[in-house]
């Protein structure tokens, strides 16, 4: 009979037995595996075994992803069977390269993928002898090493371990840090694979444009060097520079604040008159073209006349009166009612609208009025204002401009015309006074006045015998 103690001791070594022995048969055996689950095969055809061995390791990405299960001679190499994880994907456009971890031995299989595209590595896939290596023996490395020694007198092995010595001797720290820097570039640049072959790959349309600038370049490089040489000539200057260039500045500086409550405006109304001179380009460089030329002419017409006695010789010129020849221009402006006397000295308000000229545009009367102003924007296009220029509206006159027929401001187009603000006095002056008319005696030159005196003046009513327009023009003796 068993007592209770014993029973309860039983089913723990019981269950303890079974956890162990599936602990055993699934961690350690891999039962499943020896049945295929969790596991697919590949085969990897190789030149040569490599040292490569059963139950080696396979790699990928540095990782341990399965092993070896079998190495076996075939008639064009050898062939090994790789058993790799389920859970891990890898992609079948790779390369598998034959390793060793030591110097001693320990080949292992590392597969390197091309790229990330493409299927992925599947039960029964075979990856050929193409995409595949192995290292070289160490036996031929040894033996090509002792031959490259042996080479070397041994005068000359001994005095390269001395400068090898004298080189890094005492270095260890610093090529310890650069070996751990290589490896961790090494590291990072494995896990930028594929961003560090598409530099590769682009670097080449950069490359070739460096090869085709390279006159270019060599021409900067020149002119980079001629300027280093001028500086090292003009050292005295550049160093005078320096010192004084400070005190300078600060003068600058100075004069900017003492200009600085009207340099802002200043440069504000520049930039309207920039603005201004940009639209205006092509006129101000016609100026500068033909001024020049009218300044020679000026010049040459005044050459006949350098030995004239005069203190300031004048230029050859025919002086024809034309008189009234054209008329003057006075459609557009004021009615005649509205114009002020000479003797008015006061300003009156502008009336609105523009006054010019408004006659034809083909009209012989002011030919170089502001009806003809070119339009600077609109090549080919004339009108008076800015705002008819850079519009679709043509120019309209207000009449023929034949005066002739009464009061030039008639308008045909029924054009408004500029007028004075009302209220406005006429003239300028407020109302005009009557004028005074009284009978004048020619024989004896007297007159009535308007305060009931009679004044005498002879030379009001002069002959007009021997008058010619000749006399009238020519000033009293």
Same mark, same amino acid.
């Given at each position: 009979?068993?007592?209770?103690?014993?029973?309860?001791?039983? /089913?723990?070594?019981?269950?303890?037995?079974?956890?162990?022995?599936?602990?055993?048969?699934?961690?350690?055996?891999?039962?499943?595996?020896?049945?295929?689950?969790?596991?697919?095969?590949?085969?990897?055809?190789?030149?040569?075994?490599?040292?490569?061995?059963?139950?080696?390791?396979?790699?990928?990405?540095?990782?341990?992803?399965?092993?070896?299960?079998?190495?076996?001679?075939?008639?064009?190499?050898?062939?090994?069977?790789?058993?790799?994880?389920?859970?891990?994907?890898?992609?079948?456009?790779?390369?598998?390269?034959?390793? &060793?971890?030591?110097?001693?031995?320990?080949?292992?299989?590392?597969?390197?993928?091309?790229?990330?595209?493409?299927? #992925?590595?599947?039960?029964?896939?075979?990856?050929?002898?193409?995409?595949?290596?192995?290292?070289?023996?160490?036996?031929?490395?040894?033996?090509?090493?002792?031959?490259? !020694?042996?080479?070397?007198?041994?005068?000359?092995?001994?005095?390269?371990?001395?400068?090898?010595?004298?080189?890094?001797?005492?270095?260890?720290?610093?090529?310890?840090?650069?070996?751990?820097?290589?490896?961790?570039?090494?590291?990072?640049?494995?896990?930028?694979?594929?961003?560090?072959?598409?530099?590769?790959?682009?670097?080449?349309?950069?490359?070739?444009?460096?090869?085709?600038?390279?006159?270019?370049?060599?021409?900067?490089?020149?002119?980079?060097?001629?300027?280093?040489?001028?500086?090292?000539?003009?050292?005295? /200057?550049?160093?005078?520079?320096?010192?004084?260039?400070?005190?300078?500045?600060?003068?600058?500086?100075?004069?900017?604040?003492?200009?600085?409550?009207?340099?802002?405006?200043?440069?504000?109304?520049?930039?309207?008159?920039?603005?201004?001179?940009?639209?205006?380009?092509?006129?101000?460089?016609?100026?500068?073209?033909?001024?020049?030329?009218?300044?020679?002419?000026?010049?040459?017409?005044?050459?006949?006349?350098?030995?004239?006695?005069?203190?300031?010789?004048?230029?050859?010129?025919?002086?024809?009166?034309?008189?009234?020849?054209?008329?003057?221009?006075?459609?557009?402006?004021?009615?005649?009612?509205?114009?002020?006397?000479?003797?008015?000295?006061?300003?009156?308000?502008?009336?609105?609208?523009?006054?010019?000229?408004?006659?034809?545009?083909?009209?012989?009367?002011?030919?170089?009025?502001?009806?003809?102003?070119?339009?600077?924007?609109?090549?080919?296009?004339?009108?008076?204002?800015?705002?008819?220029?850079?519009?679709?509206?043509?120019?309209?006159?207000?009449?023929?401009?034949?005066?002739?027929?009464?009061?030039?401001?008639?308008?045909?187009?029924?054009?408004?015309?500029?007028?004075?603000?009302?209220?406005?006095?006429?003239?300028?002056?407020?109302?005009?006074?009557? #004028?005074? !008319?009284?009978?004048?005696?020619?024989?004896?030159? &007297?007159?009535?006045?308007?305060?009931?005196?009679?004044?005498?003046?002879?030379?009001?009513?002069?002959?007009?015998?021997?008058?010619?327009?000749?006399?009238?023009?020519?000033?009293?003796?």
């Amino acid at each position: 009979m068993l007592t209770k103690r014993i029973k309860i001791q039983l /089913a723990l070594f019981g269950v303890i037995a079974v956890v162990a022995g599936a602990i055993m048969a699934f961690g350690y055996i891999r039962v499943p595996a020896m049945f295929g689950v969790g596991h697919y095969t590949v085969t990897v055809q190789l030149p040569d075994a490599g040292g490569l061995y059963a139950s080696g390791n396979v790699t990928y990405r540095g990782t341990e992803v399965g092993r070896v299960t079998d190495v076996r001679v075939t008639d064009s190499g050898v062939e090994a069977v790789l058993d790799l994880n389920s859970d891990i994907k890898i992609p079948s456009n790779l390369d598998a390269q034959v390793h &060793s971890t030591s110097a001693i031995g320990e080949q292992y299989v590392a597969l390197l993928p091309r790229n990330d595209d493409g299927p #992925a590595l599947k039960n029964g896939d075979v990856i050929p002898i193409s995409r595949t290596s192995v290292p070289p023996p160490i036996g031929q490395l040894l033996d090509a090493a002792n031959r490259g !020694v042996k080479a070397i007198p041994q005068g000359n092995v001994k005095t390269v371990i001395d400068e090898s010595y004298t080189a890094v001797g005492g270095l260890g720290p610093e090529i310890s840090r650069i070996v751990d820097g290589s490896t961790q570039l090494a590291t990072d640049a494995r896990a930028n694979l594929d961003p560090l072959l598409a530099l590769i790959d682009r670097a080449q349309p950069v490359l070739d444009s460096q090869t085709d600038s390279a006159d270019s370049i060599r021409a900067w490089a020149a002119h980079l060097a001629d300027l280093s040489r001028q500086v090292k000539t003009q050292d005295a /200057a550049v160093t005078g520079l320096l010192q004084n260039g400070p005190a300078a500045a600060d003068e600058g500086r100075q004069l900017v604040d003492r200009l600085k409550p009207a340099l802002p405006i200043l440069l504000a109304n520049l930039v309207s008159i920039g603005q201004v001179a940009v639209v205006y380009q092509p006129a101000l460089e016609q100026i500068l073209v033909l001024e020049p030329q009218i300044v020679a002419s000026m010049q040459g017409a005044e050459v006949p006349n350098l030995d004239n006695p005069r203190p300031f010789p004048g230029i050859y010129v025919n002086f024809n009166l034309n008189l009234n020849d054209p008329p003057p221009c006075t459609t557009g402006f004021l009615p005649k009612e509205q114009l002020s006397p000479p003797a008015v000295t006061s300003i009156p308000d502008r009336p609105a609208g523009d006054l010019y000229c408004r006659i034809p545009q083909d009209a012989r009367n002011v030919v170089r009025g502001t009806r003809n102003l070119p339009c600077i924007t609109r090549p080919g296009k004339r009108a008076p204002t800015v705002k008819m220029c850079e519009s679709d509206e043509q120019y309209v006159p207000l009449n023929d401009g034949d005066y002739w027929k009464g009061d030039p401001n008639a308008t045909d187009t029924g054009q408004a015309v500029p007028q004075l603000p009302p209220g406005t006095p006429q003239q300028g002056q407020g109302p005009t006074p009557p #004028a005074a !008319v009284v009978q004048y005696d020619p024989a004896t030159g &007297s007159y009535p006045a308007p305060d009931g005196n009679v004044y005498t003046q002879g030379d009001l009513a002069q002959s007009t015998e021997g008058k010619t327009w000749q006399n009238m023009m020519t000033p009293p003796k």
